[in-house]
């Protein structure tokens, strides 16, 4: 029911920034959650950053003061702005949204380069 297009990755120097942009191809006025997770070669997939529709916000700690959730439901969008990178921040990052039900979109390549 919901397409997920991430964009905004790249490669960058350790403490660079970049901003993710995820865009769903429907309205995200009826996602209750939005946000990103992220997973590293032979690693798990772990939660980096969710928002709530009510604005509410969860970031794991190693991120924590480093990366910024919004999202934008005018344009169907979840940001994630993520500052002061550091080289264990590569990761692909996905984007993920729930409803009734959870999507994942196909992922951005973060890659920090030390």
């Known amino acids: 029911q919901v397409q997920l297009v991430e964009s905004g990755g790249g490669l960058v120097q350790a403490g660079g920034s970049l901003r993710l942009s995820c865009v769903a191809s429907?309205?995200?006025?009826?996602?209750?959650?939005m946000g990103w997770f992220r997973q590293a070669p032979g690693k798990q997939r772990d939660m980096v950053a969710l928002?709530?529709?009510?604005?509410?916000?969860n970031y794991a700690g190693s991120v924590k003061g480093r990366f910024t959730i919004s999202r934008d439901n005018a344009k169907n969008t979840v940001y994630l702005q993520m500052n002061s990178l550091k080289p264990e921040d590569t990761a692909v990052y996905i984007c993920?949204?729930?409803?009734?039900?959870?999507?994942w979109g196909q992922g951005t390549q973060v890659t920090v380069s030390s």
């Open positions: 429907r309205s995200t006025f009826s996602i209750n959650v």
């Open positions: 928002i709530t529709s009510g604005g509410d916000t």
């Open positions: 993920y949204t729930y409803g009734l039900k959870t999507y």
